[in-house]
């Protein structure tokens, strides 16, 4: 069974740079399947941010394109998210999951707030 | 951008029927999706390519998907169905997860 578990900073400076990294076991990221991010700001809906493939391609939301960078590192069966200029419209939960390309997220991470401190 | 648009909420009598609407343009041409979310929890997949359900799911839960609106109702529906739920498609013109605005399932 695969599972995902978010990790990194749960506070972040405004105007720096948000990083959480998404740990996988269960199934090689190499296997196949995207890797993407969504967020949740508190008592909201849901927001998908970007997706990576393991050979490293990658799609953005465009509202957050100019900002966002995701990587993979297929050596330690993780992906990272890397969100800069952050202000306190990025306080949210972060939850990382498993899909398929142009359809559903089937796996989700228990999901991870950071917030962003003025 | 494209949106999907939901009720913000849905009240049900235990053993009763919840349908759960989700619109937006033309969404019958492609496939909806949907998530329950309890509180402090991970969203959950109920039903992916407008009416399947994955393993798991129990039966009362099914979708359906025409025109501009997309459907989840739930059969018989039982305490354990108190939920917020959202709906989710791909927007293929803008390369965009779209997800609904969700609607807050109680069962009175």
């Known amino acids: 069974q695969v599972q995902l578990q978010e990790s990194g900073p749960g506070l972040v400076k405004a105007s720096e740079t948000l990083s959480l990294t998404c740990a996988v076991s269960?199934?090689?990221?190499?296997?196949?399947?995207?890797w993407g991010w969504i967020r949740q700001p508190p008592g909201k809906g849901l927001e998908w941010i970007g997706s990576?493939?393991?050979?490293?391609?990658?799609y953005y939301n465009p509202s957050l394109k100019s900002r966002v960078t995701i990587s993979v590192d297929t050596s330690k069966n993780q992906f990272s998210l890397k969100l800069s200029s952050v202000t306190a419209a990025d306080t949210a939960v972060y939850y990382c999951a498993r899909h398929r390309d142009r359809e559903y997220f089937q796996h989700w991470g228990q999901g991870t707030l950071v917030t962003v401190s003025s | 951008s494209y949106e999907l648009t939901q009720p913000p909420s849905v009240s049900v009598s235990p053993g009763q029927t919840a349908s759960i609407t989700c619109s937006g343009d033309t969404l019958g041409d492609k496939f909806a999706y949907w998530y329950q979310q309890k509180p402090g929890q991970s969203p959950v997949l109920v039903i992916y390519q407008d009416s399947k359900r994955p393993s798991g799911i129990p039966e009362r839960f099914s979708g359906s998907n025409s025109g501009n609106t997309a459907t989840l109702t739930i059969s018989g529906t039982q305490a354990m169905d108190e939920a917020d739920y959202y709906c989710?498609?791909?927007?293929?013109?803008?390369?965009?997860?779209?997800f609904g605005t969700g609607t807050k399932v109680t069962v009175l």
């Open positions: 989710q498609a791909w927007d293929s013109s803008t390369a965009l997860y779209v």
């Open positions: 990576i493939h393991h050979s490293g391609s990658t």
């Open positions: 269960g199934y090689s990221i190499s296997s196949g399947y995207y």
